[in-house]
């Protein structure tokens, strides 16, 4: 897809950003795991926080398939709709406070947040552990929506279009490591969906 000047740019990574980013991640091994696995947050929650956090990255990519796992977790298409167009006034408040507070922090490239009332008020509203796994959940999905939009990257700059900011050198390595796991993926996916893996990867790189 050509970027026009419109359109959201995608984030990628340069490597030495990704290994930064993954040995903190590995940090938050145990919490994901409690959120993931042990339903320490909603998975309809969980769900909407990741595709608004797909949407702020532009990463097409993650946001087609956990558009899907949304709908199987019981999220609404209206629900799925208002994300996009950021309506409030589909969601109960606290849900609604999640996923802006994902949405803020993505977007903030989750730099150190000042402690202030707005602060206390959704630690208050949410309670301290469920901000806390918002946010883990937030920066795990940026990780993989950077690595899924770098991977990207590469076969964009091959058609002429390619990602500003995105280095060729970082496409290939990043391709490299990653691309066999994303293909993995789009096997599991393509099987669940009955569908040829050749039309489930065009289909979530939206070609």
């Excluded at 406070?97 to 977007?107: G, K, V, Y």
């Excluded at 008020?121 to 993989?144: I, N, P, Y």
């Excluded at 994303?182 to 040829?196: D, E, I, M, N, P």
């Amino acid at each position: 897809m050509a970027l026009g000047s419109s359109a959201p740019v995608p984030s990628v990574y340069k490597v030495p950003e990704l290994v930064k980013d993954l040995r903190f991640v590995m940090t938050r091994v145990p919490a994901l795991w409690a959120i993931w696995i042990g339903g320490r947050l909603p998975r309809a929650l969980r769900e909407q926080i990741i595709v608004a956090v797909a949407q702020v990255n532009a990463c097409r990519m993650c946001e087609h398939a956990h558009t899907r796992m949304a709908l199987e977790a019981g999220v609404s298409d209206a629900e799925l709709a208002a994300l996009e167009r950021m309506d409030e006034s589909a969601f109960d408040r606290r849900a609604w406070l999640a996923i802006a507070h994902a949405r803020e922090r993505t977007r903030a490239e989750f730099a150190p947040a000042l402690r202030g009332a707005s602060e206390q008020g959704l630690s208050e509203a949410l309670g301290a552990q469920t901000l806390r796994d918002v946010e883990d959940v937030a920066r795990a999905m940026t990780v993989a929506n950077r690595i899924a939009n770098t991977l990207n990257a590469l076969p964009d700059r091959w058609r002429g279009s390619p990602v500003p900011g995105s280095r060729l050198l970082d496409e290939l390595v990043i391709n490299l490591v990653f691309l066999p796991g994303a293909w993995l993926g789009t096997l599991v996916a393509a099987a669940r969906q009955r569908k040829s893996p050749f039309a489930v990867w065009r289909q979530a790189r939206g070609r």
